[in-house]
């Protein structure tokens, strides 16, 4: 059903002509996402600039019954942000709302709002001589607002946690547009249920998040960046463990890669070439970081990768001697979801299972798709320290794509039971989107997917937020 005049017209009045894009060509980025593997339709996009005009909007949108989908820098990976087909949704865009409201030093805290770019707060707090420390391959133009709906992981969890661990307070804008106040930048508050946790990770299906009280950390002067060529991922399970035992909270990051993965990217990022003379079956990109200025965390890897030579976990290592080399051997790892999208059709997970499970994960799982699927080319990767593979799935050379898109289904049942035999997760910081509601509700336990919906009909009766998203039509 097409909006009335008179709604539009209402909408205008508390956004004002800048706040409304009805161009279908100015409409288009908003329609469809990063990849370019969903598309919906929307009736009006809205560009709200205050806490106010976004309760406004809502109010309105709940009195006439119009289904939102919140929209932050549209870098999510699984739909979620992008409206359905039947062009009756509105998009509610946050990216005008961007202002770092405070900036609180002797409390180690920053409090934000949604539309800010993830980069900007990195460098807000920066300059303020602190870190926040949330990184991820989106950081240029994901938002604030969107970290928080998925709880957004990335590469530093391993030492700082995700997007609900660096939050201690939330602004939000609930379904029938009345505004919670949450912004208390309090560490310990046991007055009943913590209700932010309801808000982070809903995916934009509980309320708008407006605002967020997050944590700051003590900046980090030294640092110390190694690419290791590895036999196995047994071998990456090993050297963590050694290397977290060597270098405690030093450790920030440990990320895994398998040759396909660094192939892709040798292939089709510019600049990129393999730091080592051979190739080895994987990979692991370690970072360990000090606050101490010449900290010397170089001589302190090179002492780990010793010891990890002797035991044969280690085939081959590099470490950087400067900010270049660091860079450009991040640019290995954050290079591979660009470099997998010239590779045709793929299928993208955010799989979790314990880190000391991941060797055999990738055995079984490995076999189960060859024998299955014959040429499925896999490109496993991820967040090794915090369990989190994104086992991603490229079609076999040479077929045709209508082929393999005929068999993602089949694929992603062999990878989502394979998950959940190791007592994995099936979304590990995407979340579930438009893409894994179906699958949620199959490897999910009954009874917690009674609870969230429990919580979603008691926050969104009328089911207008992001209808969808994280349960299937009709079984929310
Ligand atoms: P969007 O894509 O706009 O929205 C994501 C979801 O949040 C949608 O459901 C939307 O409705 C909801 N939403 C957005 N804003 C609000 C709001 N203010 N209130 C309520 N709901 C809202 N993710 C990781 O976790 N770790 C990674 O390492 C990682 N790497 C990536 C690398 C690349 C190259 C890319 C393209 C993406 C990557 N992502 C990663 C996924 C993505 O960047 C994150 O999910 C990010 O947090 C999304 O932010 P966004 O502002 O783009 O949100
Ligand atoms: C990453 O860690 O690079 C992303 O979360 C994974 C992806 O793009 O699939
Ligand atoms: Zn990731």
Not at 189 to 212: C, P, Q, R, V
Not at 235 to 257: K, N, P, Q, S, Y
Request: with cysteine; aromatic share 6%; proline share 5%.
């Amino acid at each position: 059903m097409a909006l009335s005049p008179e709604f539009i017209h209402s909408i205008e009045q508390v956004v004002g002509a800048a706040g409304v894009v009805r161009d279908p060509a100015l409409m288009a980025s908003y329609l469809t996402d990063w990849r370019n593997a969903y598309q919906g339709q929307a009736a009006l996009v809205v560009r709200p600039a205050t806490t106010e005009e976004v309760a406004a909007v809502v109010r309105l949108c709940h009195d006439a019954r119009v289904a939102v989908v919140p929209q932050g820098g549209n870098t999510g990976l699984c739909g979620g942000s992008i409206p359905d087909a039947s062009g009756t949704e509105l998009v509610l865009s946050l990216t005008r709302m961007k202002r770092i409201r405070d900036i609180d030093l002797a409390n180690e805290t920053v409090t934000v709002e949604a539309g800010v770019i993830l980069r900007q707060l990195q460098e807000a707090a920066s300059e303020a001589g602190r870190l926040f420390p949330l990184s991820l391959g989106a950081e240029g133009s994901c938002t604030v607002g969107g970290n928080l709906a998925t709880n957004a992981g990335g590469t530093a969890v391993l030492r700082y946690g995700n997007m609900r661990e660096l939050t201690l307070g939330l602004e939000v804008v609930l379904p029938d547009g009345r505004i919670w106040n949450g912004l208390r930048g309090l560490r310990k508050d046991n007055t009943g249920y913590d209700l932010k946790h309801w808000f982070i990770g809903s995916e934009g299906t509980l309320g708008i998040i407006t605002a967020a009280v997050l944590k700051l950390f003590p900046a980090t002067h030294s640092k110390a960046t190694a690419w290791v060529a590895l036999p196995s991922p047994q071998a990456a399970v090993d050297l963590i463990g050694h290397v977290r035992g060597l270098c405690a909270d030093r450790l920030t990051g440990f990320e895994m890669m398998s040759r396909q993965s660094v192939e892709f990217v040798l292939e089709h990022v510019a600049g990129c070439s393999d730091p080592l003379a051979e190739p080895h079956p994987w990979y692991a990109l370690i970072e360990l970081r000090d606050t101490v200025p010449d900290a010397p965390l170089a001589q302190l890897l090179e002492t780990g990768l010793g010891h990890a030579f002797e035991k044969a976990w280690v085939l081959d290592a590099v470490i950087a001697s400067n900010h270049a080399q660091a860079a450009a051997l991040w640019a290995l790892r954050e290079g591979i979801s660009e470099a997998q999208n010239h590779e045709g059709p793929s299928l993208k997970h955010d799989i979790s299972v314990p880190v000391s499970q991941i060797p055999a994960f990738i055995e079984h799982t490995d076999r189960a798709l060859q024998d299955q699927f014959p040429g499925v080319r896999i490109v496993s990767y991820g967040h090794m320290g915090d369990g989190n593979l994104h086992y991603n799935i490229s079609k076999p050379l040479g077929h045709a794509d209508a082929a393999f898109k005929s068999q993602e289904q089949a694929i992603m049942n062999v990878i989502y039971r394979m998950t959940s035999s190791y007592n994995g997760s099936i979304s590990a910081e995407h979340g579930l989107g438009q893409a894994k509601p179906r699958a949620a509700a199959q490897f999910k336990d009954p009874l917690e997917m009674e609870l969230m919906r429990a919580i979603k009909r008691t926050l969104d009766p009328l089911g207008l937020m992001n209808p969808g998203k994280v349960f299937a039509a009709g079984l929310e």
